[in-house]
């Protein structure tokens, strides 16, 4: 059962305009959530992250946003960027009672210029 | 710099030829762990140590093997590489392992098993 759903595979963007990427979970007892950027044949970085204290964070061009309720969170990237242009994954943690990060399949951005 | 090296890089095998990935980092992290990625898979979670000489499954552990016998090492072992293990294979680090899991990804090792 897949606890971290991303829901699209591909996204495209023009250049400037607001991308958002959507993240579903399904364990309530998630409490901490981050994305990661990959570009090809490069290990996955930290991009943001966001506890389940809060309903968003903001770092720069890109905010997180989490709605527990709907156990649903969203990446904004505003404005986009070629540079921009990776797989993204969310991921999430159980800090209380794991030690694993579960991750999404990713979300392949690609904005054009 | 601070990193996460991975070696090899590439490697093509055949079935039943033991081989090992192994993992360096140089931040004196204390949480490692291996993930593999697959398409339309996303990355899963292989196995991973919370530190030297604690080790514990992910999600997807079968035919791996590894070892934490020193800080900064935790190299992947296949005993007896079969196809459905080709993938390529992130090895990741973190200070220690808390809710806001940081990890620092190694650049990934690509591995063909015929």
């Known amino acids: 059962d897949q606890q971290v759903k991303q829901n699209s595979p591909s996204l495209s963007v023009q250049e400037g305009r607001i991308s958002i990427l959507n993240c579903d979970y399904t364990n309530s007892m998630f409490d901490y959530f981050l994305w990661y950027k990959k570009y090809p044949a490069e290990g996955p970085t930290f991009l943001i992250s966001?506890?389940?204290?809060?309903d968003k964070n903001e770092d720069g061009r890109f905010t997180v946003f989490l709605n527990k309720s709907a156990k649903h969170l969203s990446l904004h990237i505003v404005p986009s960027q070629p540079g921009d242009s990776a797989v993204y994954f969310c991921a999430a943690s159980n800090g209380a009672g794991s030690y694993q990060l579960t991750f999404g399949k990713g979300t392949k951005l690609s904005v054009i210029p | 710099e601070a990193q996460v090296t991975q070696n090899p890089r590439y490697l093509i095998t055949v079935t039943g030829k033991k081989l090992t990935v192994t993992c360096s980092q140089n931040?004196?992290?204390?949480?490692m762990s291996w993930y593999r990625q697959d398409p339309g898979l996303g990355l899963r979670q292989i196995y991973y140590?919370?530190?030297?000489?604690?080790?514990d499954k992910g999600d997807v552990p079968e035919g791996y093997k590894v070892s934490r016998k020193e800080k900064r090492n935790f190299p992947l072992i296949l005993e007896s590489p079969s196809p459905n293990q080709t993938s390529l294979y992130f090895c990741a680090s973190s200070p220690q392992y808390t809710g806001a899991n940081v990890l620092t990804f190694g650049a990934g090792s690509r591995l063909t098993v015929l």
């Open positions: 966001i506890s389940s204290i809060k």
């Open positions: 931040m004196n992290h204390e949480y």
């Open positions: 140590s919370m530190n030297v000489e604690v080790t």
